[in-house]
């Protein structure tokens, strides 16, 4: 009986201990928590000095705001400091850590969380963002974020969705806001992935300038009873004023605001809209749009907006002119806020997504992203590919000219190797089986067909 006492009174006594820290984390509660992942183990060292100044210029965190920051910055220790009262107060001393491990970025979001609790959680990830950008490795062409120097590591788009799922798991709910303060990342490809993990993305589909974020104009703007969407909105708004002979002076600049909740809508209308395209011919017009287009740092990312519309002038057929009115809408809804300054951008509409002009140059690793499974997208541009480059070989070679081929097998690589089998399949029908060219043509061809099949 008096063991049962003991093991009552102990069972009582650490519900009085839980019940207490949870009562004094309410007690502490603050309405906003920003976490700042800071990746400066690279050439960002200096901007990272100048960040965490900006960020505690007009004190940092105040009663209703906390701004914790983990920074690694080039060849030292990484730490985590809590910014207060003008000063940083370390709350953890990490050592080396490899900064371009996602599992790093979800430990320091996770106990952020959990000692610095809030109503609204806004996370942001710094360092510098890439465009599909090959690079002399075995996974060939990637997407990533958070470049750490010393270990050569980054972290994926995968992965991104990976740390997100853990911090919804223990938070219980999405992030309010993900912040991009890199370059190139707010694509549809990237959003695809992070969706279910944040109710707002914020980011820019362009390079950022050097300066990023202007944290002392964002931290100063915030105010007691801001909502998730007032906090995108001055963050985008900050940053672009910023760049527009602002603090950091005049540059190309872009931001916008993504709302995860209306992706489901506008991948459904991206998935008309790239299947109306398929149904027809229109190699021609689109090769056009691609010409005109805006493009950002790597000209394979395009303003998808842009091109829709575009393509409603350039090709007239009332069925595509529907569908492209249809996605048009869903991505007012996606993208409501976006906003651009500078030069070379005045047709950024809030939203990129990957169309390299040359077959050879998509990278057959895109096909293994969630978006190109999950969407029509990937299709309809191998699809245009087929159209554009098979086409205008297989008319010339029936006039007996090979000009055209010798180009794009000087070209092919791995990249289109699907593209090249097809038109070897039907290279070798028009020539040997329907006899549509002459003997020296036939010579030249097969030449060039078993050039075209060592091609890796």
Not at 12 to 20: H, R
Not at 80 to 108: N, P, R
Not at 128 to 150: F, L
Not at 366 to 377: E, Q
Request: aromatic share 10%; glycine share 6%; hydrophobic share 40%.
């Amino acid at each position: 009986m008096k063991r049962m006492i003991a093991q009552l009174m102990l069972v009582l006594s650490l519900v009085f201990v839980l019940c207490t820290e949870a009562d004094a984390a309410k007690r502490n509660s603050k309405e906003w928590t920003f976490m700042i992942f800071m990746n400066a183990d690279n050439n960002l060292d200096q901007n990272a000095v100048k960040d965490l100044k900006e960020m505690r210029a007009k004190g940092g965190s105040n009663e209703f705001m906390n701004i914790v920051v983990m920074v690694d910055r080039e060849k030292g220790p990484a730490y985590t400091y809590y910014l207060a009262d003008g000063k940083m107060e370390i709350v953890t001393k990490h050592g080396e850590v490899d900064m371009g491990d996602y599992k790093v970025y979800s430990s320091f979001v996770k106990n952020a969380i959990k000692k610095y609790p809030a109503k609204h959680y806004c996370s942001i990830i710094w360092n510098h963002g890439t465009g599909w950008k090959a690079i002399k490795k075995a996974q060939g062409m990637v997407r990533g974020i958070s470049y750490d120097d010393q270990s050569g590591n980054h972290i994926t788009t995968a992965q991104l969705g990976f740390a997100l799922k853990e911090i919804n798991s223990a938070l219980g709910r999405k992030l309010d806001i993900l912040c991009f303060d890199a370059c190139l990342m707010q694509m549809a490809e990237v959003a695809y992935t992070v969706k279910d993990g944040a109710d707002l993305i914020v980011g820019s589909e362009e390079v950022e300038p050097g300066d990023g974020y202007p944290y002392k104009e964002i931290f100063s703007g915030m105010k007691q009873g801001m909502s998730a969407i007032d906090v995108a909105k001055l963050i985008v708004k900050s940053y672009t004023d910023s760049y527009d002979d602002g603090s950091a002076g005049y540059h190309a600049s872009t931001q916008s605001i993504i709302v995860s909740s209306a992706y489901e809508n506008f991948k459904d209308a991206l998935n008309g809209y790239a299947k109306m395209l398929m149904s027809t011919d229109y190699g021609k017009p689109i090769t056009k749009m691609l010409s005109e287009v805006q493009v950002f740092g790597y000209p394979e990312n395009i303003d998808l907006r842009h091109f829709v519309i575009l393509s409603k002038s350039k090709i007239k057929n009332p069925a595509l002119k529907n569908t492209a009115d249809k996605l048009l809408n869903a991505m007012e809804r996606l993208v409501p806020i976006s906003s651009r300054s500078g030069y070379g951008v005045n047709f950024a509409y809030g939203l990129a997504i990957y169309f390299p002009k040359e077959s050879y140059k998509f990278s057959k690793e895109y096909f293994h992203l969630p978006f190109a499974k999950g969407t029509m997208w990937a299709s309809f541009v191998q699809e245009y590919y087929k159209k554009s480059v098979i086409n205008p070989i297989l008319e010339e070679v029936a006039q007996n000219k090979v000009t055209k081929l010798k180009e794009y097998v000087a070209k092919a690589n791995g990249n289109n190797r699907d593209i090249s089998l097809d038109l070897i399949a039907k290279l070798n029908f028009l020539c040997f089986s329907e006899q549509k060219c002459d003997e020296k043509t036939q010579k030249r061809v097969k030449a060039l067909l078993l050039e075209l099949k060592n091609k890796e």
